[in-house]
Nanobody
């Protein structure tokens, strides 16, 4: 499974961005996908998760009500709609895919929120 993120950039506080994660390869084997982020000097943290069918989602408390995870299985693409962005959301955002015995990661996309 190969994952490629896009959609990061620089935005002012209160603004919005939509991240995309395009999957290729053995996508039929993916059980769930997620978005993670890592700010400078901090550990990577889980932001949101979505099951393969898209029927179940879960969010970190810090982003609940502001971020929405979704996926389009026909396009093999997962999204993260980020609204009401805050400076503390600044980080490199990574998508990942959980397969039965392995986890795959994208290369990351930078999101910078200015105050």
């Amino acid at each position: 499974v190969q994952l490629v993120e896009s959609g990061g950039g620089l935005v002012q506080a209160g603004g919005s961005l939509r991240l995309s994660c395009a999957a290729s390869g053995s996508t039929f084997s993916i059980k769930a996908m997620g978005w993670h982020r890592q700010a400078p000097g901090k550990q990577r943290e889980l932001v949101a998760v979505i099951t393969s069918g898209g029927g179940s989602t879960n969010y970190a408390d810090s982003v609940k009500g502001r971020f929405t995870i979704s996926r389009d299985n026909a396009k093999n693409t997962m999204y993260l709609q980020m609204n009401s962005l805050k400076p503390e959301d600044t980080a490199v955002y990574y998508c990942n895919a959980w397969v039965t015995t392995m986890t795959y990661w994208g290369q990351g996309t930078q999101v910078t929120v200015s105050s």
